[in-house]
């Protein structure tokens, strides 16, 4: 079974451009979430789409968006990079809640985005 | 959320178990306790959960204190492989609730 997959694994882009980064959950999978990790900090928590909905999102500016299509893939959005933009995006999936919840998250290996 | 604290770094010889103390001493009744592991340049793996009974899988051991203010994850026999740096997290089950902090960086050496 394939895993959690992201697309492109290294994307270069200068101040100003705007970047998208795709994902691709585990199949069977309606949850996804979006976290961004630069360098030398921990994973912050960006985006989570669930059935096609944004349901949370963390503390990020309106500049970083997405959205999840109806085969529950999805897409990130950063406009007007900036250099602080840097840094490692990790998609992560997770099944539908069959009656309880259990936050087990299937990570990819994520994008990283250099912006120069 | 309730905050967890991790030593940053740990060193651990290769085939011995790999202690990993996290505490959580403002844990509510109704939170839990997840592990995760980050090798370098990949994206986090799940290791175990708990939320008050002592629990083991394929990958490792977790002990939750009887008043859970504190855990410990337990890798019984470390290898090189699992040199990665090892999130502790409390969280309520709620979806997108996952908060990772700086976790341990262990190191196993031969």
């Known amino acids: 079974e394939a895993g959690v997959t992201q697309s492109p694994t290294h994307l270069i882009k200068t101040r100003g451009q705007q970047a998208t980064l795709r994902c691709s959950p585990i199949?069977?999978?309606?949850?996804v979430y979006w976290y961004q990790q630069a360098l030398g900090l921990g994973l912050q928590f960006l985006l989570w789409?669930?059935?096609?909905?944004?349901?949370n999102r963390g503390n990020f500016p309106p500049r970083f968006s997405g959205r999840q299509f109806p085969n529950y893939s999805s897409e990130l959005n950063v406009n007007a990079l900036e250099l602080e933009d840097s840094a490692l995006y990790l998609c992560a999936s997770s099944p539908p809640p069959l009656g309880r919840w259990n936050e087990k998250l299937f990570f990819g290996s994520g994008t990283q985005l250099s912006v120069l | 959320d309730a905050k967890t604290t991790q030593p940053p770094s740990m060193d651990c010889a290769e085939g011995r178990a790999a202690n990993l103390p996290c505490n959580h001493s403002t844990i509510s009744g109704n939170e839990y306790v997840y592990w995760y592991r980050q090798i370098h340049s990949q994206g986090p793996q799940y290791i175990i959960h708990?939320?008050?009974n002592n629990e083991t899988n394929e990958m490792a051991s977790l002990i939750i204190t009887e008043d859970r203010k504190s855990s410990t994850l337990i890798l019984p026999h470390a290898t090189l492989r699992d040199t990665a740096v090892y999130y502790c997290i409390v969280t309520l089950r709620k979806p997108g609730n996952l908060i990772f902090g700086k976790g341990t960086k262990l190191s196993v050496k031969p």
């Open positions: 708990g939320l008050k």
């Open positions: 789409y669930d059935e096609g909905e944004e349901r």
């Open positions: 199949s069977g999978h309606t949850s």
